[in-house]
């Protein structure tokens, strides 16, 4: 048991998959898994364990932004083993290249979050980015199934509300959509020498004003969700 997981080591399986929504993980763990167990409902950000095509796998909820998903992502690291985590997650599409629904695979990870300059220190602006192997399968995976997705940079925004922030210029420079973690996990991939790939679907758009429900942020991304179990499975270590 960890300060923030209830689960004793073995629980939980070394590939997680991780939407900020805790009640997205129940619904992928219930859907997709075969005896899915609730290893954790620590603060209600539940974390399931079952098996997909016969192979162990965990889904855990990580909160929204980056403090919340980092003590999720370092706890799994160093408390419980995991090496490879994919974050399934919602974003807002800012390049009118996206459209609702989506799907993104996070090449890169841009932020306003303090935590590159709280890790490096003032003048460097380091880059967090995707496991290539990870992320070069999910993109041959979508391929191979006839779904459609979009490569590129992600910015992970400190706060949901802002107004200050210039988001044209970001989408200027080729950023896809918004989101709030892939930064941060990332960066934690890269100081824990774990694997990580974010993918997203497109919930919200930035230039249009469209948006999803609450319910369908839980429940109606199945074309991501199999998409990310499938490269989940393709990309096991053990
Ligand atoms: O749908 P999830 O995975 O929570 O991701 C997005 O949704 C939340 C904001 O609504 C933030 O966590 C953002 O990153
Ligand atoms: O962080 C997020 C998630 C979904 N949509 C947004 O606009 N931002």
């Known amino acids: 048991m960890s300060t923030h997981i209830g689960a004793n080591r073995g629980d939980i ?52 932004g980056i403090p ?7 706890e799994m690291i160093k408390e419980f083993g995991v090496d490879t985590i994919y974050r399934v997650g919602s974003c807002g599409g800012m390049s009118p290249d996206v459209k609702m629904r989506d799907i993104i695979l996070g090449q890169a990870g841009t932020t306003d979050s303090s935590i590159i300059a709280n890790t490096f220190g003032p003048g460097v602006y380091y880059s967090p980015i995707a496991d290539f192997e990870l992320l070069d399968s999910a993109y041959q995976t979508a391929k191979a199934n006839d779904v459609d997705v979009k490569v590129g940079n992600i910015f992970a925004a400190d706060r949901f509300y802002n107004d200050e922030l210039d988001m044209q210029k970001l989408t200027d420079y080729g950023v896809l959509a918004t989101e709030m973690e892939t930064a941060g996990l990332y960066l ?16 919200d758009h930035l230039q249009t004003g469209e948006s999803l429900s609450a319910k369908d942020r839980e429940t109606s991304f199945d074309e991501m969700i199999r998409l990310s179990l499938d490269t989940a499975i393709a990309n096991m270590q053990d």
Request: charged share 15%; with cysteine; aromatic share 10%.
């Open 13 to 64: 399986a070394s590939t997680v998959l991780m939407p900020g929504d805790p009640l997205r993980a129940k619904y992928i763990a219930e859907t997709y898994l075969d005896n899915p167990v609730c290893y954790s409902s620590v603060r209600n950000m539940l974390g399931f364990t079952g098996t997909y095509k016969g192979h162990k796998i965990s889904v855990q909820g990580a909160g929204m």
């Open 68 to 74: 919340s998903l980092a003590i999720y992502t370092t």
């Open 188 to 203: 934690l991939a890269a100081k824990y020498h774990i694997r990580a790939l974010t993918i997203l679907t497109v919930s």
